[in-house]
């Protein structure tokens, strides 16, 4: 009797408390991101900062991200956050998360939109590579290109980049 009292206590404290189960993952408002990175694609967000400033179109918005898709990119729109807790049980954003502000809360000095930032240096070459291919959806400038300095991150950011398996942030749009 006591250890199911106490089986139940636990239930109940990690419904309420999910960070108590220690367990982090990498998700999506879709759902949790796979464990093991798919071979031979590089992951990349795809986040839109929509205002009046610049309007995008839905039109070269999707030919953008077919143009990516067919070449070997596996997008993820919006943001990736860091979960804790367990997926499909209970669970809990941290806060941390890689999407439109990622260029003003990842990079320093921040940037605004349009921007791609990119996780390692080897990645340079595909940032560039997906500036280009989104050259009809909205010019990004080579400053606005940059690297995230993961010296200066926090534990919670690193883990977050390790298991979302990210390459790639790309915002297009435009801050106020």
Known sequence: MQ?????RNEVELLNNYPALSGSMYAGTIHGPVEK???????????SLYQNDLLPLS???VAAGMTSLEN??????????????G?????????????G???????ISPPINPPCIVYVND?????????????????NIPDQNIRLIE???????????????HVDIVIVLGRAN
């Open 3 to 7: 250890v199911t009292l106490k089986r």
């Open 36 to 46: 093991i990175k798919e071979t031979g694609k590089t992951y990349v967000i795809l």
């Open 58 to 60: 839905l039109p070269e």
């Open 71 to 84: 070449e070997n990119f596996k997008i993820f729109l919006s943001y990736i956050q860091l979960i804790t």
């Open 86 to 98: 367990t997926p499909g049980g209970s669970s809990s954003g941290t806060g941390t998360s890689l």
């Open 100 to 106: 439109s502000a990622t260029c003003s809360s990842w």
């Open 122 to 138: 080897k990645d340079r070459v595909l940032a560039l590579k997906a500036r280009d291919l989104l050259k009809n959806v909205q």
């Open 150 to 164: 993961q010296k200066k991150l926090n534990a919670e950011e690193k883990q977050l980049l390790e298991l979302s």
